[in-house]
């Protein structure tokens, strides 16, 4: 199983672009990578995934570099209401067992 | 809608009680998960199921045990063999089975929180 690490907490300001890294050095080659929100008292909610280069959706980036060891979470011109942690795990095809990492707490302030 | 059901929200328990947890997903998934999740805490994985009538231990397995006798159902029963059993409670499933050929997004429920009096 790839472990992940990511940093335990960030800060921002409405309006400003939020990146958040995961280190994931030994993730395989059938391993996928997903990022998740979760609110206090609610389950996560899927964000998006992404094998490599770049896949963006209606909420945010993800940057997958070639050696796809490491993933990076582009949140575009935040908002309060993004204040949540942010969990990456990284799955792998047909292989069950999904553990997540400590996840990112994210603060944004006004 | 589809999605998944956990229930109850809120329970108490009194020490030396059992207590189960319910879990039901109309997704369609084969495979389903329980996840700890202590305050200001990640989530920890406790066990998860990727077919009918199999099961197999999470991280934290000691003091929980589950069943998956339905492919809708998914239910976890706290022991009193569980020390410290106050937490959060998440359910979730994923049709990431054994023949998937892609990940799929995992679902969860909107938990259940469980606290020992």
């Known amino acids: 199983l790839a472990k992940t690490t990511q940093p335990i907490s960030m800060d921002s300001y409405e309006g400003q672009e939020v990146n958040i890294t995961c280190s994931h050095n030994?993730?395989?080659?059938?391993?996928?990578i997903t990022w998740y929100q979760q609110f206090p008292s609610q389950g996560p909610r899927f964000i998006i995934q992404?094998?490599?280069t770049k896949v963006t959706n209606e909420v945010a980036s993800l940057f997958i570099p070639a050696d796809r060891k490491s993933s990076t979470l582009s949140l575009p011109r935040v908002s309060l209401s993004d204040t949540a942690v942010y969990y990456c795990?990284?799955?792998?095809?047909?292989?069950?067992?999904?553990?997540f990492g400590t996840g990112t707490r994210l603060l944004v302030s006004p | 809608d589809g999605g998944i059901t956990q229930s109850p929200k809120y329970l108490f328990r009194k020490e030396g009680q059992n207590v189960t947890l319910s879990c039901e997903q109309n997704?369609?998934?084969?495979?389903m998960y329980w996840y700890r999740q202590d305050p200001g805490q990640g989530l920890r994985l406790i066990y998860y199921?990727?077919?009918?009538?199999?099961?197999q231990k999470g991280d934290i397995a000691e003091g929980y045990s589950v069943s998956r006798e339905k492919k809708e159902s998914f239910p976890l029963t706290v022991t009193s063999a569980q020390k410290n059993p106050t937490a959060f409670y998440l359910c979730?499933?994923?049709?990431?089975?054994?023949?998937?050929?892609?990940?799929?997004?995992?679902?969860f429920g909107e938990g259940s929180r469980l606290t020992v009096l």
């Open positions: 992404g094998y490599k």
């Open positions: 979730a499933s994923t049709n990431q089975g054994l023949a998937a050929k892609n990940t799929g997004e995992l679902f």
């Open positions: 030994n993730i395989a080659t059938n391993d996928y």
């Open positions: 997704l369609n998934h084969d495979a």
């Open positions: 795990l990284v799955e792998n095809t047909g292989f069950q067992k999904l553990v």
């Open positions: 199921s990727q077919i009918v009538n199999d099961f």
